[in-house]
């Protein structure tokens, strides 16, 4: 569910990137998640990251149940 959501912030923030390679937001991952590595639980990396709680709705769009 959290890298479903994870994910779903590139793709929102893809638009005049020709993708979802939208550079501050790969930073933003890197520096709150892949940086962080084990120093702190992937639960808190995932919301400094996305900005809120994670939740199932991207699971559930990139599974096409929604």
Avoid: C
């Avoid at 590139?10 to 990137?17: I, K, L, V």
């Avoid at 520096?31 to 709705?57: C, H, M, V, W, Y």
């Avoid at 699971?59 to 096409?64: E, P, Q």
Wanted: no cysteine; glycine share 12%.
């Amino acid at each position: 569910m959290l890298s479903a959501d994870a994910y779903a912030l590139f793709e929102d923030e893809a638009e005049g990137y020709g993708g979802v390679l939208n550079p501050e937001v790969g930073h933003r991952f890197w520096s709150e998640i892949l940086a962080q590595g084990g120093a702190r639980p992937a639960l808190e990396s995932f919301k400094a990251f996305r900005g809120r709680e994670p939740t199932i709705d991207a699971l559930l769009r990139h599974n096409g149940m929604v």
